[in-house]
């Protein structure tokens, strides 16, 4: 139910980093801006012997009935109450010539107006994410951030 003492909020700018945490090398990992056969890849990157870093910015907008934002923009993705972003990983990011064909998944949840509020004064929402699955190639699917997203 939504909190009816809370201030009303407009569509805020939201400045989002995901570090993708040690990928295997060689591989290019984007940022999928767009949907279906419409969408490209963005921020593209090959993966060496370090993190990837992502930044980008999406918008938030008070317009849930349980008083969360709700992320929009092109880069955003999913129902309203469970946005998400995609990572592009090699043939999907544009590297035809990779084995790797994957998505990563990463829920926008958890992010909260006090959070956007801390971060909207030259501040960021980062989230760390493992850049390697369990099979030894680049995760794939729907990743948590590790540590939950933190103002930074």
Known sequence: ???ENKTPKKATEVRLRIVLVDPPAGVDFG??????S?????????????????????TAKDNR???LPNFLGPLTHGPTTGRFLYITIGASAGQFDSCW????????GGITWE???K???KMVLEARLPGTGKDG???CATVKPTAGWKVC
């Open 119 to 121: 971060a909207a004064t």
């Open 101 to 108: 064909n994957r998505r990563l998944k990463i829920p926008l």
């Open 137 to 139: 190639g680049p995760s």
């Open 38 to 58: 419409d969408s490209k890849t963005i921020h593209k990157q090959r993966s060496k012997d370090a993190d990837l870093t992502f930044e980008f910015t999406v």
């Open 115 to 117: 959070m956007i509020e």
């Open 1 to 3: 139910m939504k909190n």
């Open 65 to 67: 009935d349980d008083g």
């Open 31 to 36: 940022v999928q801006e767009g949907k279906g």
